[in-house]
């Protein structure tokens, strides 16, 4: 066989395999890392504030010395109803039939919990579509990017009727995903993360006004909660009997000032409405890149890297709020007086569901 006809189509794979497409995976690795730390931060701050409603409550209840009971579903091990379902078990006054419902950010950051899901969930299929390494991997990544992003629309619909995208969205085409013979496997990543993060835009953009809300309320209970347990935290200091203290109860006291102090300085210093901004303008950017594929851009890698630094503070902020304005112990004088008498155990408040 004559040289050229080898070296022709040998030469045709060289040319091809140089121009194999750039797929972002740093850019998305970065979106994603953010994306994890912004439902961390949901997840820590809504923590944060059903345990301090319910510490709310049980200091009420201490207060007042109120009669408690167990629920009647405390009894009962065995599911019932349609679909069954095992009944409620929980600490509530004398003669009531449930738990207390939850107050209104409780309920709204509940009701948010969806749309933080399926942002996860998207973005971790985002990075499973850019790093896998065969067609069958590539087509289960894509089908988790379709549903992701159908839930986040959802989500939108549900929670930011006005921010709905106005088209449903449609994922890859089968006959794209099916081509794995005509298409080398990076093109067919590539063709994947166009027809998805394109599509995917508007929901992300609408879901950065549910992301923002939901963050923002965190936010402001957190620094609520702060700003009360820090001056707490300062009372002892600030009387002249703060010589009387101990030495070793004087450094414990000042710790957890500090401790207090450091939580709230650092709450105040994000921005939860900044950081889902950031969120929605990386991945639009990213979307705006793949369309015309540039190779990398350092505009999207900037964008990217805001988003996921402005997420990892507001994570940081938000843990820290979540263990540093738990209320003090009540003091041993206190529980002494619950006593009603020999051999009655002083009451003791118990975290409410």
């Given at each position: 066989m004559p040289l050229h006809h080898i070296l022709k189509p040998l030469g045709i794979l060289i040319s091809i395999s140089a121009c194999s497409p750039y797929l972002y995976t740093q850019e998305i690795s970065g979106f994603s890392t953010g994306v994890n730390d912004v439902v961390a931060s949901y997840q820590a701050g809504r923590q944060s504030i059903d345990a301090a409603a319910g510490q709310r409550r049980d200091a009420r209840l201490a207060a007042g010395r109120t009669r408690l009971m167990l629920l009647p579903g405390c009894d009962q091990t065995a599911p019932a109803g349609t679909p069954p379902k095992l009944p409620e078990c929980a600490i509530v006054t004398f003669g009531a039939s449930s738990v207390p419902p939850p107050n209104a950010v409780q309920k709204a950051?509940?009701?948010a919990a969806s749309a933080f899901d399926a942002l996860k969930s998207y973005a971790a299929a985002l990075v499973a579509v850019a790093s896998a390494n065969d067609a069958a991997a590539l087509n289960q990544a894509a089908a988790r990017v379709t549903t992701a992003t159908g839930d986040m629309a959802a989500a939108v619909g549900r929670l930011a009727p006005r921010a709905a995208p106005a088209d449903a969205f449609v994922g890859p085409s089968g006959e794209l995903l099916g081509q794995g013979i005509e298409f080398y496997l990076d093109q067919r990543r590539l063709a994947a993360l166009r027809s998805t993060v394109l599509a995917a835009d508007p929901a992300v953009n609408g879901l950065g006004q549910v992301v923002s809300a939901a963050l923002l309320?965190?936010?402001?209970?957190?620094?609520?909660?702060?700003?009360?347990?820090?001056?707490?935290?300062?009372?002892?200091f600030e009387v002249p009997s703060v010589n009387k203290l101990t030495i070793a109860d004087y450094q414990d006291k000042l710790s957890m000032l500090e401790t207090r102090v450091a939580a709230y300085t650092q709450a105040r210093a994000v921005n939860p409405t900044a950081t889902a901004r950031a969120l929605v303008a990386a991945h639009h950017r990213l979307a705006q890149a793949l369309m015309s594929n540039p190779g990398q851009d350092q505009t999207v890698l900037a964008a990217v890297r805001a988003f996921a630094a402005s997420a990892g503070k507001?994570?940081?902020?938000?843990?820290?709020?979540?263990t540093s304005a738990a209320p003090p112990k009540a003091p041993a004088a206190a529980t002494k007086r619950t006593a009603a008498g020999p051999?009655?155990?002083?009451?003791v408040a118990r975290r409410l569901p």
């Open positions: 950051l509940a009701g309320d965190i936010w402001q209970q957190q620094l609520r909660q702060l700003g009360p347990a820090m001056r707490r935290a300062a009372e002892p507001l994570k940081t902020a938000f843990e820290s709020a979540s051999g009655t155990a002083p009451l």
